[in-house]
């Protein structure tokens, strides 16, 4: 699973299509405005969706 935001680096999406062209499955999941998903970007410290992400029992 990878989290992406429609903000984040150049070099951040070359990273993602390089897993993607990889890897038979990704899951991707788009944050829009998080940028590189540090406070500074997010506007927040928070990050519900990587904490339920994390506790689920079995990966998506």
Known sequence: MIFTS???????????K?????FEKV???N???HGHFI??????????ELLQELLKDEPS
């Open 6 to 16: 429609d903000n984040d680096s150049e070099l951040a999406r070359k990273n993602i």
């Open 18 to 22: 390089t897993l993607v062209d990889t």
């Open 27 to 29: 899951r991707i999941d």
């Open 31 to 33: 944050f829009p405005n």
């Open 39 to 48: 406070p500074e970007h997010m506007g927040t410290e928070a990050f519900p």
